[in-house]
């Protein structure tokens, strides 16, 4: 896909009008992410119950590619058990990095899996990524709320 | 005009007439004469410089010895004695630092610098004093970019060692009154460090006019290639400095336990040198006079005004720096309200227009403008009027590529 066609089918929808962009009530889950070379900055909420994320959302500031790509994610993980959760990050990163190109992983990705050409762009790689990055850090043993 | 189209024609990165290149700020392009005359000595002459007995290996020395002489001469008459290569702006800044600020810095001594250095220009003096205790002063310009008199003179005084400034901002694109500051941080016994990365690439650089203690500058940005840079240091306190890095050629005498100093300026040039881009600097420098500089500085303010003028036409475009064309030295920094600036420089991007996106290696200066990030466009002499038009129609489509409406 296209650049211009990308944003404008897909990244802008989520970046203009983002679902999740909000804070969620008694997050099990908080942790921030940040690209200090481009400023993009993600402080990421996740609730849980037991195994299940229940609800996710997130605030902050970036480029457009980073903001939806974050509201996309927590579309995809909300319902999803943490290691389930984990393994699309793994998907995910690995689309973006260009490693992972069969299709049937990409689809588990859903919506997600329309940020693939950003694998042609390199400078924009760390933008897509920031909000899986987060996840994963956060599941596996990151930030637990005090 | 038509000369400066002629002079474009040297430059075949051009020739497609694809892309339009304004992230010149960054690093220039490079003229063909520039590129055969650094293959021409790997082709006809390649030795390692300053130690062979043989004709090739002397012949190399003359040609690096001559571009160190081609450079003196384009700084103002410098001595060679007084001309460092370096591998950039960067380096030359560090061996300052580490060679001459930790050896000459003490505790509660204070160093001042500007919130507008590249972070090139910050860094090192950061270290210095950190590591010695001393104190890091800021300068601030007016939200213009000025730096007034009374801010350099309020913020310099007689606990000052070092004073190490931007010629001219990589973001703002002004030119600061670096020789009035000189001559203010002498009166109070300081050192005066200029980075000129931005400024010798487009104006008559006089480091004797400037009466400056030390300046350094990239050769990638002038034309030149890429890895070769310069410290230009006065001579007096060059001799007092101990080397910055020690190995190959720096010497004199080598014992089991000690070792004597070449003379300068080969005391800071240790290990193989980089003669073959030394001579593309030079072969750049030629160039440049080629051109003149009153031809560069003419075009620049062309199309700088040019497009300002077409910023100013579109309202969500906020533009840094001064509202004169003339205080930008070629350099335009902006941001476009909702859109993010790695956003914008990748739609331009894909019509082939490339400007920079991000801090500009200068982030203190971002949050003191109150922006994460910003855009920057840059030109140089061989940009043209149609370039800034085409950069202005596939700017003022951005928005709408972002999902804002028409």
Redesign the interface.
Known sequence: MELKQLYREIVNEHNLHPVHKKTIENPDLILRGVNPSCGDDITLSLKLDGDIIVDGGYEGSGCAISQASVDMMVDQIVGKKKDEAIKLAGTFMGMIKGEVTDEESIEALDEAAALQDVAHMPARVKCAVLGWKTMQQMLEGGAEVE | MSTLSEFRKDFEIFDSGEYVYFDNAATSQRPKQVMEAVSEFYRTVNANPLRGLYDWSMEATARYEGARKTVADFIGGASTEEIIFTRNTTESLNLVAYSYGMANVQEGDEIVITVMEHHSNMLPWQMVAKKKGAKLVYLEPTMDGTLTKEEYESKITDKTKIVAIGHVSNVFGVTNPVKEITAYAHSKGAVVVIDGAQSTPHMKVDVKDLDCDFFAFSGHKMLAPMGIGVLYGKRAILDKMDPFLTGGEMIEYVTREDATYAELPHKFEAGTVNAGDAVGLAEAIKYLQKVGFEAIEAQELKLTTLLMEGLKKLPYIKVFGSEDPAKHCGIVTFVMDG?????LS??L??DKVCVR???HCAQPLMQFIGA??TARASVYFYNTEEEVKIFLEKLSKVRE???YGA
């Open positions: 859109v993010h600036p790695h956003d990748s739609v991007n894909d996106a991000g801090h994460g990030s590529v972002m999902g």
